[in-house]
T-cell receptor, first 114, second 112 residues
Framework: AQSVTQLGSHVSVSEGALVLLRCNYS??????LFWYVQYPNQGLQLLLK??????LVKGINGFEAEFKKSETSFHLTKPSAHMSDAAEYFC????????????FGTGTRLTVIP | DTAVSQTPKYLVTQMGNDKSIKCEQN?????MYWYKQDSKKFLKIMFS???????INETVPNRFSPKSPDKAHLNLHINSLELGDSAVYFC???????????FGPGTRLLVL
């Protein structure tokens, strides 16, 4: 069975500081991993995904994530936080069965301090 | 052009009522999903559906039923609404064999 754990339900960073949001996964097969962002009162937008190949994945808005199999991690980073990055971030793993259902972590709320 | 749309955006209703939420995608995708986001922002899969198969999460009460009139629509019917059904419901779609799911804006359901 697939599952995801996000460490830290709330993360606060200063504007211009490094953003690090943590995600660890559990999967019985090589996983497909995703990061989605949810702005207030909006739907989910895909930031980036990992399927196979290069373990460092670049996404939109300057975010990137690195798949580390040995650590079963897929942490999300951004070198310099902007005020507009304030949102809820969800890590997810696909079950890779016929429907490719997504199993989400509990989310991390990112606050950016001016 | 909205890729995945849902109506209504907000839904306030009384316990015991029956309601429907509509979802439409114009991406030509063959698989659609319903997710529930609770008050703690936790997202959980409810259903996945393509033109061949409906997969139901075993934890979903049978008061919930998806109905697909055609490939572009997957509506969610809820019978005998309960207070605990209050949540945000998201529709999503995916085009096989690609794996990325595209989400709608959500429907905020409040049961009084």
């Amino acid at each position: 069975a697939q599952s995801v754990t996000q460490l830290g339900s709330h993360v606060s960073v200063s504007e211009g500081a490094l953003v690090l949001l943590r995600c660890n996964y559990s999967s019985s097969v090589p996983p497909y991993l995703f990061w989605y962002v949810q702005y207030p009162n909006q739907g989910l937008q895909l930031l980036l995904k990992y399927t196979t190949g290069a373990t460092l994945v670049k996404g939109i808005n300057g975010f990137e994530a690195e798949f580390k199999k040995s650590e079963t991690s897929f942490h999300l980073t951004k070198p310099s936080a902007h005020m507009s990055d304030a949102a809820e971030y969800f890590c997810a793993v696909s079950d890779m069965a016929g429907a490719n259902n997504l199993f989400f972590g509990t989310g991390t709320r990112l606050t950016v301090i001016p | 052009d909205t890729a995945v749309s849902q109506t209504p955006k907000y839904l306030v209703t009384q316990m015991g009522n029956d309601k429907s939420i509509k979802c439409e995608q114009n991406l030509g995708h063959d698989t659609m999903y319903w997710y529930k986001q609770d008050s703690k922002k936790f997202l959980k899969i409810m259903f996945s559906y393509n033109n061949k198969e409906l997969i139901i999460n075993e934890t979903v009460p049978n008061r919930f039923s998806p109905k697909s009139p055609d490939k572009a629509h997957l509506n969610l019917h809820i019978n005998s609404l309960e207070l605990g059904d209050s949540a945000v419901y998201f529709c999503a779609s995916r085009g096989s064999p690609k794996i990325t799911q595209y989400f709608g804006p959500g429907t905020r359901l409040l049961v009084l």
